[in-house]
């Protein structure tokens, strides 16, 4: 069987490069897209923070396609993301900052997949369980997050650009188990946390066709006692 | 009773300037922030569209503010919007206009909400009805609509940082029967698009406590043989 070639779009980020090592021990090829770059990666491309994101995707693109030459790739697993509070009284920013770090990597996956990936490969993109309803409090991460589940659907769609027999899958945890989310959240019950092992098995099980979610799909990570259940939306 | 005072924005468009004229026939007092001037209005705020979104929200903040003095707002209607179709292989740019023209004007409406309107007032965000689901060929449309849908939810939320008893809808058409429509689109049933005259109609009733759907609507305009119905989502 030929290596599988796998690109984690946030791959220094805490779930990123917990994948990045998972993918690396199962002797996949993987290229990271990140702000900084991850040695254990066999490829970096460096995201420029202040492009636009025209020109970020662009500049991604090339750099993608260089990588891989005739090569196409197994799956583009996207975890890239970050949080932000704040009600109607300070949106601005929190929009802004969220709309950078959720929805422009995931609309550079949808662009990237459309060129680099096999037919049959596998795309997910990082939504977020609390945008499927109203978010009052954190309106900027909740509406980002909203933007990148409808546009799990439209990916899985009929026309979408994408090659044939395409899987793409909308991953929405709850709270993953980061050592940022343990230090902000230090009095927090870690027993409903997502670990970030179980993300990583998960996608090499989907990699692998393993129960692989129907395309379209937003799965729901809810975890109790340690135990995560997935939970279609 | 007082002169009610509504702020239109996108009151420049073909839906806009409909609405800016109901309403002056209504004896309001209508503001208008626009790319462009609305002479109808009795008063225009100006947009940069080179300006960041924070930028453009700080300016218009400091406008709106002078413009209103010790005054508040009865309504913002957020009517600003424009279309984009594409798949995956031409999201980037869709997705970049099309939140710049949607989502931008609909963060910065509920930044000016949470200033500047009375309690018990109206906000409606121009949502649209086929991204309730997935939309393939409008990729970074449907996602830009979707970001609007989940923030009418926030915004109609507890501690959502809006004055109390404040009514926010989302207005979700399918196709607006706008000459711009009508000439890209002019062997199409215009029967089945709702009229502009419809719109400035419903607004001015919900202006008036008349059927005012309950705060976090998503309205749907559902038009057959010129008559559209009104169908929460």
């Not at 690109?7 to 290229?31: E, H, P, R």
């Not at 990588?67 to 929190?94: F, R, S, Y």
């Not at 991460?141 to 899987?167: D, E, M, R």
């Not at 870690?190 to 099980?205: A, H, N, P, Y």
């Amino acid at each position: 069987m030929a290596q599988q070639r796998v690109i984690v779009y946030g791959g220094k980020g805490a779930l990123g490069s917990n994948i990045v090592s998972f993918l690396k021990s199962k002797n996949c090829w993987v290229g990271s897209i990140d702000l900084n770059v991850n040695e254990q990666a066999d490829a970096n491309v460096i995201v420029k923070p202040d492009s636009s994101m025209p020109d970020q995707e662009s500049d991604i693109n090339v750099k993608v396609g260089e990588l891989l030459g005739e090569e196409k790739l197994d799956a583009i697993l996207c975890v890239a993301g970050g949080w932000a509070g704040g009600n109607a009284k300070n949106i601005v920013n929190a929009a802004d900052s969220m709309w950078k770090q959720s929805v422009w990597p995931s609309v550079i996956t949808a662009s990237l997949s459309s060129k680099y990936l096999k037919e049959g490969g596998l795309v997910t993109l990082p939504g977020a369980q609390p945008a499927l309803k109203g978010t009052p409090g954190m309106m900027g991460y909740g509406l980002a997050k909203a933007a990148v589940h409808q546009l799990v659907q439209s990916l899985s769609g009929v026309k979408s650009g994408l090659p044939a027999n395409t899987t793409v899958v909308g991953t929405l945890p709850i709270t993953l188990d980061t050592p940022m989310n343990r230090k902000f959240m230090a009095s927090a019950d870690f027993s409903t946390w997502t670990s970030l092992e179980f993300v990583s098995e998960l996608f090499f099980k989907w990699l692998n066709g393993e129960d692989r979610p129907a395309s379209g799909s937003l799965v729901q990570f809810v975890t109790k006692d340690n135990k995560t259940e997935l939970i279609m939306a």
